[in-house]
């Protein structure tokens, strides 16, 4: 999928490829069908949740109101914000506004440094009174054996979605990068489309994972 | 000829399973030999008849025949069909013990079985149970996955850690059955059988007496379950005589259908009492509250002999 | 159809025989090949990976059977045994198996059956192969840190308490999942928007779809797997506790975790093998297909049944009376397609032409050791029975029926029938018959004795065994001697065949039909010079072998072209 062709026209079309639709086309069913995996990927994780909750629900209740809801709810807004701005990117380039690509990537990338931000202090404020992952649990303000279960589910999703958002930062620099080289325009933006398309992917399963984790009633 | 060959490929039949499970064994051996015969001599005999004659053979095409593809797809639909319902109905007596059967508990551990009878006897690898008389075992391991197998019984039954599983038989007769264990767990594994003995019931209760007076010191499992039930505080919670108290009465408690603060019911068997007792904020009866601590720490063996104590309090 | 074929300037392109220039020598020095994006030479790449880890899992099996020569000690201690037998299992199902003709086979023909000058992603094709070579060497460090001894299935709780390196194994396997996604990735992009003007989904070769299928299966199943053995880590690492009674968790959600993924991942095995068997059948018959979409749908039918029979595994595990029922229920119903594709070959060989070359010794093979290896599941799928079967060796002689007698001998058939393909060379075809038939011997020597010590309950993963089995396990550690013979031999001739000069194949030695045959042997740079157009089925041999050979001046053959060239395929 990568390019690295800077020209404008048809020679970003790699040999294999007929045309520049053809190649688009791919890339951006080839997108969908990764997204599919990793759904598939999470949804491991979601079944887990479901097992353990159906199994301790008093517990789940419990240590939901340990976290912050306030902390998750911004987030939530922050993520869903950034899914706007990204999505504007792409509009950006398919009216060949460069200087707006550029613009709306950087604030994506700014979003999701916030987001990753929030999440550290939150993460920060649980270590501190004992509350990790596993054995490593400590913690006492729980009145429950299986108090460590829920925590470590809750580690575990929202570190592999963290593990999502810096990958995504990571792809939206190099986007910018070849932005600001002129890599794209109305004809080409194939990169900034499925990152999009990734982008907001992990959007929305951090829209699952809020209520899930932070509002259990 | 049938009847041969299985008693060349298959083990003793010496449980009241063995002869269906031997029956549709043949049954699908019968089938299967008789496709597989059809298939092969269709493929030998168009490798010859048709066999290429000249690099210009003009074949003719073929692309589709409605009736044959029916053929082929009815009636190996059919032939499932029989075989599940048949695999259904055996699996299903296998998974109903009979009410009468005689309970025994068995613990894996590695590498050895553990049996634990009644009236306290235990015994390690050897298994010994009245002929002829339904027999269940009601099995939990102490670490990892063990399964137990008998193979002239046809009888196998995963056993978990933190968990009971079920198993049952009743022999045709006297005789010995050796018991391997079909689930890898180590360095061991292939060293983890036991023995059946089946002897005559009357041999057997009098086995039973004879090894009750062997271990005097020993207490049945309902003594000890009555004693932990003082020791642990059962007491102070759980009466003996129906009157309420802070938790449920234990009279009358066993096999009873419970309902539960949460809308189920269940009734109230040997598993649902060993998950009370190790985890009781699982199901909250109707009319309690969630208060009581688990009891997690009790050995397999004293939750059992508290789970014998409760059954014999009517 | 000829007026319309003028006007777009269709023509026939004859195929150069014994190209000067081909993709082997269009580059040279080690970088061309370890950075090629060229799909054949990554799909060489894949063969020579596999055919070293199936050497190193065959010599394991070897030392397992000559351990078992004896019911106690033969030459190895339990431990070592049990390492040996989670290495075998491991390295055959994850490093040979699942990438064996998808990866090697798929990668080198799906872009030449399609017309297609590579596959979508040529880049993400060559980070999966790395990918592939890094959950390699995660395997093998696992190995020279003492192994694993847990079995291939990494069961809970036994897996998360033995002191060995489960850690580094799973992780390895972990790595090769993603690779393997990424490969059903790019399969499926490409099969949807890469093929030639012309080749419809009626007219797609069989091996492409059961690729497809195949590629569906992976890209489901791969990622619960990934997630599955990321918790296991975890619950080696951080004590997690998912799996783990004693935290309240449950060591059959594990079991039902790594079954989702595996029992598909029998798929992932066996249904490449089905897309071989329907290529050699047909070309070797000089017939067409019968049945063509019954055979194509019944991939995807077993895709999807597969996804739903899972439980299967675990009837004696402890779930629930009511999952048992449903999952044997289902199970049955993989049974029905499997079927049906076997009677459609056989029904292709009716009336036809048929050339007892090797590929088609193999593919014959294959579907008598493979409807032994079908019916030993219905065996297993019938519920009273496998709970007296289920983990016996009952249950190894039969997925190694399905398994080796099915997948390896399709492959072998595969090998055989793209060999000249791929190396442009030919190799001694009655060597080649004579280690068939070695191989068949060998094969049925070890597995027939074990599904009778199975029936009469000998359990599987037993270092030691009860005397009275003796005589069954010595027959079949002499079959595995014969295997081994056979397999050397194969070795050697193949090997012979890439030295010798004298023995060029030619663009098309078994009169095939499909698109991979119209480039030359070896094929050249970006396989066609042209753009390849399709109007016939690839098994149309009926038709005359220069209408498969058309195409379109240059290299592009856009949108335009694409649309008349499917108005005038219809009216032909």
Known sequence: ?217 | MLETINRLILPQVSSTFAADVDGLFTFINVASAIILLGITVAIIYFSIKYRRKSEDDVTPVIRYNTTLELTWTIVPFILILIVFGWGFRGYIDMRTPPSNAYEIYVTANSFFWQFTYPNGVQTTDELYVPAGRPVKLIMQSRDVIHSFFVPDFRVKQDVLPGRYTMAWFQTLGTGEHIIFCTEYCGTGHSQMDAMVYAIEPEEFDAWLREQRELSEQELPLAVLGRNLYQQQGCAGCHSLDGSPGIGPTFQGLYMNERQFTNGTTRIADAEYLRESIVNPAALINVGYNNIMPSYAHLSDDQVAALIEFIKEIE | MAATAKDLNIREFPVEENPKHHYLNAETGLKSWLFTVDHKRIGLMYLASIILFFFVGGVLALALRLELWEPARTFMDADTYNRVFTLHGAVMVFLFIIPSIPAALGNFFLPMMLGAKDVAFPKLNLLSFWIYSFGALFTLYSIAHGGVDTGWTFYTPYSTSTGTAVISMTLGVFIMGFSSILTGINFIVTVHKMRAPGQTWGKLPLFIWSLYATAIIQVLATPVLAITLLLLIMERTLGVGIFDPALGGDPVLYQHFFWFYSHPAVYIMIVPAFGIISEVISTFSKKTIFGYWLIALSSLAIAFIGFLVWGHHMFVSGQSELATVIFSFLTFFVGIPTGIKILNWVATMYKGSIDMKTPMIYALMFLFLFSIGGFTGIMLGALSVNVHLHDTYYVVAHFHYVMMGGTVFAFLAGIHYWWPKMTGKMYNEFWAKVASVVLFIGFNVTFLPQFIMGSQGMPRRYYSYIEQFQTLHQTSTVGSWVLGVGFIIVGIYLTISLFSKANKASSNPWGARALEWMSSSPPAHHNFNYTPVVLHNPYDFHKPISEFRLGIDGSGHGEETESKVELSSDKA
């Open chain 1, 1 to 217: 999928m990568a390019n690295t062709n800077t020209a404008h026209g048809e020679s970003h079309v790699q040999h294999h490829f007929v045309d520049s639709e053809q190649q688009f086309d791919s890339s951006k069913l080839g997108m969908w069908i990764f997204l599919v995996t990793e759904v598939l990927f999470f949804g491991g994780l979601f079944v887990a949740y479901i097992v353990y909750r159906a199994w301790n629900p008093e517990l789940f209740y419990m240590s939901a109101k340990e976290l912050s809801t306030m902390m998750g709810a911004i987030n939530t807004i922050v993520l869903i914000g950034s899914s706007l701005t990204i999505a504007l990117a792409v509009r950006a380039a398919q009216l060949n506004q460069q200087a707006n690509i550029s613009k709306y990537l950087l604030v994506t990338i700014f979003l999701a440094c916030v987001f990753l931000v929030i999440k550290y202090f939150e993460y920060t404020s649980k270590f501190a009174v004992g509350i990790l992952p596993g054995e490593l649990y400590t913690y006492e303000g729980i009145d429950h054996p299986g108090a460590a279960i829920f925590f470590s589910i809750y580690y575990m999703m929202t570190g592999l979605h963290g593990i999502h958002v810096i990958i995504g930062i990571g792809i939206m620099v190099w986007l910018l990068v070849k932005t600001r080289q002129g890599a794209y325009n109305s004809s080409y933006f194939t990169p900034i489309e499925i990152t999009a398309l990734y982008w907001h992917l992990v959007d929305l399963i951090w829209i699952f994972l809020f209520p899930l984790l932070y509002l259990i009633e």
